[in-house]
């Protein structure tokens, strides 16, 4: 494996409360990612990062930000959690120098907002 | 944005036919990717395409990228039970070039 670690890898949470998920990578690569995974959706990019403070906005960023503070970590936060939040979330990391290459995937987040 | 769209949804095979799952776009494509995600489990790597017309295979998978490179396809040869899982394309697109995935076929095979 990629050595890519997702944490928690299980949180049950209400509506409303913070939540933070956190990916950590042994892999020293540049480019990192967070999709969430819906029934009927497949995999959808909610934000990425290029390198440390570097990050910017997929196809579903609404109600998350992301911080990247250490090559390594790559925080995805929900402010505020709504049931529509409640997801599989996987981190990503890119093998290659740039964001076309293939993608080493967390063993995933699952979050589920009562 | 640019959008992959993956048929069949759903697939169900008996133990020793073949499967195929088709991949499409509207525009054409730099390179395509292949995931595959076991039940309960994560994507996972198992090629890319970059030529025109390409083939590659895998032991009893066959990878094809379309002569317009505007389609691509995976196709099992005599399915085992451990093929089973969800089958992704990937390519990239949009204006960030990041990874957009088709929503994947699920395969499910009858022993």
């Known amino acids: 494996d990629a050595g890519i670690t997702q944490s928690p890898r299980h949180k049950v949470t209400e509506t409303g409360t913070p939540v933070t998920l956190r990916c950590h990578q042994t892999e020293n690569h540049r480019y990192m990612y967070w999709y969430r995974q819906d029934p009927g959706h497949g995999l959808r990019l909610i934000h990425y990062s290029y390198g440390v403070k570097d990050t910017d906005k997929g196809e579903v960023s609404d109600g998350y930000s992301v911080s990247r503070s250490k090559t390594e970590d790559f925080l995805l936060t929900l402010e505020s959690a709504t049931s529509s939040q409640t997801s599989v979330y996987f981190c990503?990391?890119?093998?290659?120098?740039?964001?076309?290459?293939?993608?080493?995937f967390g063993e995933g987040s699952r979050l589920t907002v009562l | 944005g640019q959008q992959v769209m993956q048929i069949p949804q759903y697939q169900h095979v008996q133990e020793g036919e073949d499967f195929t799952t088709y991949c499409n776009s509207s525009?054409?494509?730099?390179?395509i990717q292949w995931y595959k995600q076991r039940p309960g489990g994560h994507p996972v790597f198992l090629i890319q395409?970059?030529?025109?017309?390409e083939v590659k295979k895998q032991k009893r998978l066959t990878f094809q990228f379309g002569e317009a490179k505007k389609n691509s396809s995976l196709h099992i040869t005599a399915t085992q039970t451990t093929d089973v899982g969800t089958y992704f394309c990937?390519?990239?697109?949009?204006?960030?070039?990041?990874?957009?995935f088709g929503k994947g076929t699920k395969l499910s095979v009858k022993p």
């Open positions: 525009t054409t494509l730099s390179n």
């Open positions: 990503a990391i890119s093998a290659s120098s740039g964001r076309a290459g293939e993608l080493f």
């Open positions: 395409l970059v030529k025109s017309g």
């Open positions: 990937a390519a990239n697109g949009g204006s960030q070039g990041n990874l957009i």
